[in-house]
Each structure stands twice: as C-alpha cells, then as structure tokens.
C-alpha cells in the first residue's frame, strides 16, 4: 500500500483523481494533507480542519465486480470502517447518521465523500475522502455541532497510528463487498443507523416539517422514511433534513 503524505493540497481527493489520470495507482493508494485547503462534502459543502490536528486523507481502490446497482454497499462498507474504529476507540453513541456522516453523542465526528468512475454497468474504481475530526478542540463559530477524538475521549491520538487502523478496517470491509456480502453490511449499517425507528421530526426541501421513522435505505441508496399514514417515503441526499 502507498501512502503519500503532503504538507497541503486543496482536496485530496481532487489530487488522488489527477495522479491517476497520468499513472496507473496501486489499490488502496492513500494521499494525506496536514492541510487541506478546500476540502470537500457532500454536494458541495465544505470541510473545515485544523492543520496538524486532524486526519484528512483520500483512499484510491478499483473493482472488478462492483455493479452500479450495489453503489449502496460501498458507502456501508467504508462508512462502516470508520465507525468500527471509532467504537474500538471508546467513543460514546457512535451512529452513522445517513448516508455516512460519523456522529458521536449526536455530534458530528467525521465526513465522508467517494467519488466513483464507471465502466459499462459497473464501478471500475472509487475515489475515498475521509475528513475525521481527531486532536482539534475549538472549532470555527458556524461548526456548532461538531466534536473531535480529543474531545470525547481527553486523549491525544497519533495521526499515523489512526490512519493505518482505519485502513486495517477499510480493506477488511471492502473485502466483504469484494465477496458479495452484501446482506452483512446491510444488517450491520441498519443496526448503527441514526434514528433508525425513532419517531423524529423531519424538514424536506420545501421547508415542509413532518414525522417519520427512519426505516432503511432503498437499493438506490435512498433514505427510506415511515410516515404517519403508514406510506414508505423516499429521499435523496439534501432532500429532507432533520429538524
């Protein structure tokens, strides 16, 4: 496995996808930032971090069997991968709130962004960017609701020893999806999926509030919602919010 290590870079995952576009990359190849400048989220939001405090790191890996269709398990793998280290690490209530923001104790820990290149009807590789909030313990005025490693626990973490964990974790997951275990993954995603049958309060994209229960994922990826007349509603990424 190659692990590059730069002192800055805008995104990582932006770096990772134009190396790849001038020189094949070996599996699992691994581009670290101390600090990146305009890390990205998902649909464009943005991820703040502290320089030297945090992990911020993107993971290169290629399929050779990974139909568009099953797009799903792969975000249950790798959000998966983080939780499991997370908990190893004794945080309290870590959930993975949908798709794969990591929370802890409601707050939220660690961001996550793939980025995916298709052939035909399958995925041919996947781009990984994983922002984890680590040693920081003031955050920006606007980041109301975000927590660190640190912060949680009063440790102080080795950046280099953490990352190599969750790659540990990573390639062990990926090699479930490699297997087609897919209905693990799934039971295991639902099990730890915040709010899963809690009855919550919900806002849609029409600033439109109402009650539902998380009740799973569709095979599109889609949140799946349980709503009062007993009707399954489905959202996609920035379609419906908690209130």
Not at 130 to 156: D, M, R, Y
Request: hydrophobic residues 40%; contains cysteine.
């Amino acid at each position: 496995m190659k692990i590059i290590k730069l002192s800055a870079t805008d995104s990582t995952n932006s770096f990772l996808k134009d190396l790849s576009r001038n020189s094949p990359l070996e599996n699992y190849t691994t581009v670290v930032a101390i600090n990146q400048t305009k890390g990205r989220g998902q649909q464009q939001s943005k991820w703040v971090s502290e320089p030297y405090k945090n992990l911020t790191f993107s993971i290169f890996t290629s399929f050779n069997d990974l139909k568009i269709i099953h797009k799903k398990y792969l975000n249950f793998a790798i959000s998966l991968s983080i939780y499991d280290v997370l908990l190893a690490n004794t945080l309290s209530k870590i959930a993975i709130k949908w798709p794969n923001d990591i929370l802890s104790a409601n707050h939220k820990i660690c961001g996550i962004l793939i980025e995916n290149t298709f052939f035909g009807d399958k995925i041919k590789n996947s781009f990984i960017g994983i922002g984890l909030n680590v040693n920081q313990e003031i955050f920006p005025e606007h980041l109301t609701n975000a927590t660190s490693l640190k912060l949680e626990t009063a440790i102080e973490y080795n950046l280099d020893t953490l990352l190599d964990t969750i790659l540990v974790a990573l390639q062990k997951n990926i090699k479930l999806l490699d297997a087609k275990e897919f209905n693990v993954l799934e039971e295991r995603y639902l099990s730890v999926l915040y709010k899963r049958n809690i009855p919550t309060m919900f806002k849609n994209s029409k600033d439109e509030i109402f009650m539902g229960m998380i009740s799973g994922v569709s095979d599109f990826g889609k949140l799946q919602v349980l709503l009062d007349d007993d009707v399954i509603k489905e959202f996609g990424i920035k379609e419906i919010s908690f209130l």
